[in-house]
């Protein structure tokens, strides 16, 4: 809702708008309820695991449901909801612009360090990145020199972006399709980077790019593991 030019206490609205969004993690967690929030929880409950859930490019700006021609509906609900059901608090917003991958990834490092401030253990950190979204989760992952973090880059890593020069921390899974038309090299990262943990996963669907646009136990399965430090090394 966009507020009057006359509205006489925005700051005032900002507040009361926080207070709501904390009342309603509080009970969410409490009555064991799937949590979604745009922004992370302040304070952060260190007893809960967080994943920070990055979309693909075509979600930024959208409705939530945006429609390829190639591949159908990107189901981004439906997959932060999935994490949620799966005992997660997640982490995500739809971007209302990709032109600085940069600046949102220092948001989402800033988060996180603040989290570990207020006691949050770096493995109940996970950061999810699709596509684009791995763009940004790679920048996160560079930022943050942190061995325990967990990241899941999705059909990307791409051998063409200008993150390729940067040093990767932490534990990253990368998983992509062999049908994907997009040069995807996590091999090259993960040489060159000081990582804890690496392993990549060329699925076999079929899908493409599409792979990342739901749900598909060929991503989330692996995906779960991994967060969830059952996979090893």
């Known amino acids: 809702m966009r507020l009057s030019r006359s509205h006489p206490r925005p700051s005032l609205l900002n507040t009361t708008s926080t207070l709501l969004l904390l009342v309603v993690y509080i009970t969410c967690v409490w009555s064991g309820f ?44 439906s997959i932060l909801k999935q994490f949620a059901d799966d005992g997660f608090v997640v982490i995500s917003e739809i971007r209302t612009n990709d032109q600085n991958p940069d600046a949102y990834a220092k948001r989402v490092a800033n988060w996180i360090s603040r989290m570990k401030k207020e006691g949050v253990p770096s493995d109940h950190i996970s950061v999810i990145g699709a596509s684009f979204g ?28 200008p993150e390729r020069d940067l040093i990767l921390h932490g534990r990253v899974l990368s998983i992509y399709d062999e049908a994907d038309t997009h040069k995807i090299v996590p091999d090259f990262y993960f040489h060159r980077s000081s990582l804890s943990a690496s392993r990549s996963i060329i699925t076999k669907t079929g899908l493409g790019h599409g792979l990342i646009y739901n749900v598909n136990a060929a991503w989330y399965g692996p995906t779960l593991n991994w967060i969830n430090n059952l996979s090893g090394k």
């Open 34 to 77: 799937a949590v979604v929030l745009p922004v992370p929880p302040e304070p952060a409950d260190a007893s809960n695991r967080y994943v920070f859930y990055l979309h693909g490019s075509i979600v930024t700006g959208s409705d939530g449901r945006p429609v390829s021609k190639e591949f159908g509906p990107y189901e981004f609900r």
């Open 134 to 161: 791995g763009v940004i989760a790679a920048n996160v992952c560079a930022l943050l020199d942190d061995p325990n973090i967990n990241y899941v880059i999705l059909a990307g890593l791409f051998e063409s972006e």
